[in-house]
T-cell receptor, first 114, second 109 residues
Framework: NAGVTQTPKFQVLKTGQSMTLQCAQD?????MSWYRQDPGMGLRLIHY???????DQGEVPNGYNVSRSTTEDFPLRLLSAAPSQTSVYFC?????????????FGSGTRLTVV | DAKTTQPNSMESNEEEPVHLPCNHS???????IHWYRQLPSQGPEYVIH???SNVNNRMASLAIAEDRKSSTLILHRATLRDAAVYYC??????????FGQGTRLTINP
């Protein structure tokens, strides 16, 4: 199993551009989520999904859009990139939505907005 | 949100046991205690989790106080590869993990 795969690993965007960060898992996990991590800070939840077709907002959802059309994929869209969105983005998945299961994280996408 | 309190940093020596403390005095009966670690330039890695009883796996042990207001992650024999930031997190309901600042663990050769 590959686990959680994130692409690209690095990206530089100009202010105002849009892009999609890809996240795929091959573990048949029900729950998927996106976090961002800024220098010296912990991870903050952006959006999450409890199954195909179901998404909800986390702590910092503004400027981001998500959809979940399949169990495997959970892309994160930046609608109009801003310098404040410069960060490292992590995708995570878990077998189910209950708190009794651990998360598997991807290796991250390092995004710079200039 | 239920909060956890961890020391900002700890230091230990290679091949010695490490005890990482976590206080969670406002924990509720349905909160699970999760531990993750993050090595430099990597994504967080699941370590262990538990509800009431002590737990062991190949990576570590989790000791939970009887009143559940604190817990300790135990690395039995630290290696240089265990140098990381360790996060103690309470998970509940739809399991929206809320990360704090964690404990930065340094391992001396």
């Amino acid at each position: 199993n590959a686990g959680v795969t994130q692409t690209p690993k690095f990206q530089v965007l100009k202010t105002g551009q849009s892009m999609t960060l890809q996240c795929a898992q091959d573990m048949n996990h029900e729950y998927m989520s996106w976090y961002r991590q800024d220098p010296g800070m912990g991870l903050r939840l952006i959006h999450y999904s409890v199954g195909a077709g179901i998404t909800d907002q986390g702590e910092v959802p503004n400027g981001y859009n998500v959809s979940r059309s399949t169990t495997e994929d959970f892309p994160l869209r930046l609608l109009s990139a801003a310098p404040s969105q410069t960060s490292v983005y992590f995708c995570a998945s878990s077998l189910t939505i209950g708190p009794g299961y651990g998360y598997t994280f991807g290796s991250g996408t390092r995004l710079t907005v200039v | 949100d239920a909060k956890t309190t961890q020391p900002n940093s700890m230091e230990s020596n290679e091949e010695e046991p490490v005890h990482l403390p976590c206080n969670h005095s406002t924990i509720s009966g349905t909160d699970y205690i999760h531990w993750y670690r993050q090595l430099p330039s990597q994504g967080p890695e699941y370590v262990i989790h538990g509800l009431t009883s002590n737990v062991n796996n190949r990576m570590a042990s989790l000791a939970i106080a009887e009143d559940r207001k604190s817990s300790t992650l135990i690395l039995h024999r630290a290696t240089l590869r265990d140098a990381a930031v360790y996060y103690c997190i309470l998970a509940w309901g739809a399991q929206k993990l809320v990360f704090g600042q964690g404990t930065r663990l340094t391992i001396n050769p």
